[in-house]
T-cell receptor, first 115, second 112 residues
């Protein structure tokens, strides 16, 4: 178990540029989640996958955001035409679907700064 | 899903027990209480969860009141490495974690 890995750890970009983040979940986990977190707040749900299917997207997720999980393994989150309001920590978590005992395992996040 | 209320911050002396309260007065019968913590610059880490019985693992103990309207997370011998933000969340069985509502948590500071 090597844990959830996220790359890059930090990303600085200029407003209007596109950025892409990658998440490698724990290998046997079938669920993968993306969250956004701003300073002083808890994580805010963006979207989640079960295997390769994207099952839910937050209403907060504008059409500038897109996520994929090809073959049910790693996932990417792309933000197009970044805005300063997109500056945040983007967290990825994975889990094994379980009715009662599902636990989230988080990566260390990607800190995005939009200038 | 039920929401939770936690104090924004707490202090505890190193080596003492840290008791973190959580109020979830609108919890339903099929909702579990989960605790996570987030150390600075890291993602949240699972600690413990329970339904109605008290639970203990290598990290902490969870005490849930009989009416299930509140709970307490206990770190029996706090160390400086336990300084973190602690989140109390309720989760409905059968639902995935995307529906969890994360509040701002309790910032626990362990003092030497």
């Amino acid at each position: 178990d090597t844990g959830v890995s996220q790359n890059p750890r930090h990303k600085i970009t200029k407003r209007g540029q596109n950025v892409t983040f990658r998440c490698d979940p724990i290998s046997e986990h079938n669920r993968l989640y993306w969250y956004r977190q701003t300073l002083g707040q808890g994580p805010e749900f963006l979207t989640y996958f079960q295997n390769e299917a994207q099952l839910e997207k937050s209403r907060l997720l504008s059409d500038r955001f897109s996520a994929e999980r090809p073959k049910g393994s790693f996932s990417t989150l792309e933000i197009q035409r970044t805005e300063q309001g997109d500056s945040a920590m983007y967290l990825c978590a994975s889990s094994l679907a379980d009715r009662v005992n599902e636990k989230l395992f988080f990566g260390s996040g990607t800190q995005l700064s939009v200038l | 899903d039920a929401k939770t209320t936690q104090p924004p911050s707490m202090d505890c002396a190193e080596g003492r027990a840290a008791n973190l309260p959580c109020n979830h007065s609108t919890i339903s019968g099929n909702e579990y209480v989960y605790w996570y913590r987030q150390i600075h610059s890291q993602g949240p880490q699972y600690i413990i969860h329970g339904l109605k019985n008290n639970e203990t693992n290598e990290m902490a103990s969870l005490i849930i009141t009989e009416d299930r309207k509140s709970s307490t997370l206990i770190l029996p011998h706090a160390t400086l490495r336990d300084t973190a933000v602690y989140y109390c969340i309720v989760r409905v069985a059968e639902k995935s974690n995307y529906q969890l509502i994360w509040g701002a948590g309790t910032k626990l500071i362990i003092k030497p």
